[in-house]
């Protein structure tokens, strides 16, 4: 049987994850700052499908979460197969009228400690030559997004990223994945504090994480290096910069993300 790590399972995509993957028979390992959440998921999960289940309760912007982490993994001899990277948060607003310490923490959490995760997990795959890393990205990361720049530069770190790393992986049969989801039923936005006229971005309609969670397994399952969920209005919006000057593009993403 294999073993899932989640990060961010206390609610939303990740807890989906750790519905749908335990509902698979994988074992999973739950990681998030919510003990009491995240004792109640596996616990639902264990006797709903009799995987174990395991809670990790660690925040990842701590200087050593990922020793923490893997520390834990190491004292109960778990074995890591699927590695899914999904805690991250982002903040909308202009970025001089914003909370500096915020910033930081959100590149933190979206970058550095995706990247701490994926080279600690990605030292046990090698040597078995096998494994899957699944790193959460957004359809953000396919332009520059006024009033949202720190965040959507974040995911356009965490696609360029994933997609090295699929192809690095290839030789020790790891798969690696980059999933992009558009808007999302979850607190995201509530987190962001995005204005209320703008719960979502404008003429986009939003996923559940059910939806999210079954394309990018479906995704990983072929192997891809990257996936935009959502459907057809998605793929056109994160195709745009193909065919239209950056400068307009952005002009454009700016007229809908602001808010007068």
Not at 73 to 96: P, R, S, W
Not at 126 to 148: H, V
Request: glycine residues 8%; hydrophobic residues 45%; contains cysteine.
């Amino acid at each position: 049987m294999t073993t899932a790590l989640i990060t961010g399972a206390s609610s939303g995509i990740g807890a989906e994850f750790a519905a749908q993957l335990a509902t698979q028979g994988h074992d999973v390992v739950l990681v998030a700052r919510s003990q009491d959440k995240l004792q109640a998921i596996a616990e639902q999960l264990a006797q709903a499908h009799g995987v174990k289940t395991t809670v990790i309760v660690q925040d990842l912007l701590a200087a050593d979460a990922t020793n923490q982490i893997f520390s834990q993994l190491e004292q109960q001899e778990i074995t890591l197969d699927l590695l899914v990277n999904n805690a991250g948060f982002g903040t909308y607003g202009e970025l001089a009228d914003g909370d500096l310490t915020n910033y930081l923490n959100m590149i933190q959490l979206n970058v550095t400690a995706l990247v701490e995760l994926t080279y600690r997990a990605l030292q046990g795959m090698k040597l078995r030559r096998s494994g899957s890393i699944l790193n959460i990205s957004s359809t953000a990361a396919f332009q520059p997004i006024p009033y949202f720049a720190v965040y959507a530069a974040t995911k356009s770190f965490v696609l360029s990223f994933s997609e090295a790393l699929w192809y690095e992986c290839q030789p020790y049969d790891i798969n690696v994945l980059s999933v992009c989801p558009g808007p999302t039923e979850t607190g995201f936005f509530a987190v962001a504090d995005f204005p209320d006229a703008m719960e979502a971005p404008p003429g986009q309609n939003l996923a559940t994480p059910k939806e999210v969670v079954q394309e990018a397994l479906k995704g990983l399952d072929r192997g891809s290096s990257n996936i935009v969920t959502g459907g057809l209005i998605n793929q056109i919006l994160v195709n745009a910069g193909r065919f239209v000057p950056r400068e307009m593009l952005t002009s454009g993403v700016g007229r809908m993300f602001k808010v007068d």
